[in-house]
Structure formats: structure tokens, C-alpha cells
């Protein structure tokens, strides 16, 4: 599957499909974006089941700016529209199918549990 550009009005409709969506933050001037770009596509390649997708931090500044990226490339990876992978820096091929191996056999039921156990003990902390 090739990768589809996301933008600042595709991005949280893409992230939060369910199914694992990757997104790789990037800009043309960026040697170690450049020297990810061909292990991302190939990851996509080998994935189909998975969305792939690049955010160009040049053209989308502001997108780049609400997800705090202060450095690229930085690579994404939501599973079920939540959050589980957030690094910066080019990730060798083995490496990015390895966290892809440990992200597909999460299980998210107990994911989303954990998250629903923080999410109540914070508010019942403000409370």
C-alpha cells in the first residue's frame, strides 16, 4: 500500500480508524527524513492491512505545532484510534518491525481498560 499525506483536516479522521495507521513526520530537508522515507515505504509495502502516512511538517506547520513535534522525523503509531508509539529519530528497518510485531500483538482490551482505570483515578483526584 503506498502512503497517503496527511493534513491538518485529515489527520484525526485517519488516526483514529481503527487498525493500526503509522505516520511519519518529515520535511524535505531533512537528511535522516530522507534516509527513513524508503524503510517507511517498504513497511507499507510489506502492511497493507496498516495505513501508512506522512506528514510534511513544512507544509503543515500547524498540525506539526498541535502535536508538539520538535524534531523529525518523528514517527507515530495509533492502533484503534489510540496513541501507543511517539520517538524521534530514523528507525532502521529491523527496528520498525519490531515495535510494528509489538503493537499487533498488544491486546487492546486491555489497553483501553488501563486507560479507563488513569482516567478515573485522575478524576477522582480532582474531585
Given at each position: 500500500?503506498?502512503?497517503v ?7 484525526e ?12 513526520l518529515?520535511?524535505?530537508w ?8 524508503p524503510?517507511?515505504?517498504?513497511a507499507?509495502?510489506?502492511?497493507p492491512?496498516?495505513?501508512f ?7 503543515e ?9 520538535t524534531?523529525?522525523p518523528?514517527?507515530?503509531?495509533f ?10 529519530g530514523?528507525?532502521p ?8 510485531g509489538?503493537?499487533e500483538r ?8 488501563e ?5 478515573a483515578a485522575q478524576?477522582?483526584a480532582?474531585?
Amino acid at each position: 500500500m503506498a502512503t497517503v499525506n496527511l493534513t491538518m483536516e485529515t489527520f484525526e479522521s485517519t488516526v483514529l480508524k481503527d487498525g493500526i495507521v503509522l505516520v511519519d513526520l518529515w520535511a524535505a530537508w531533512c537528511g535522516p527524513c530522507r534516509m527513513f522515507a524508503p524503510v517507511f515505504e517498504a513497511a507499507s509495502e510489506k502492511r497493507p492491512e496498516a495505513v501508512f502516512a506522512k506528514v510534511d511538517t513544512e507544509a503543515e506547520q500547524e498540525l506539526a505545532g498541535a502535536l508538539g513535534i520538535t524534531s523529525i522525523p518523528t514517527l507515530m503509531i495509533f492502533r484503534d484510534g489510540i496513541l501507543l508509539y511517539n520517538e524521534a529519530g530514523a528507525l532502521p528497518a529491523p527496528a520498525l518491525e519490531d515495535i510494528l510485531g509489538q503493537v499487533e500483538r498488544l491486546d487492546m482490551d486491555a489497553i483501553r481498560a488501563e486507560i479507563a482505570e488513569h482516567e478515573a483515578a485522575q478524576a477522582q483526584a480532582q474531585a
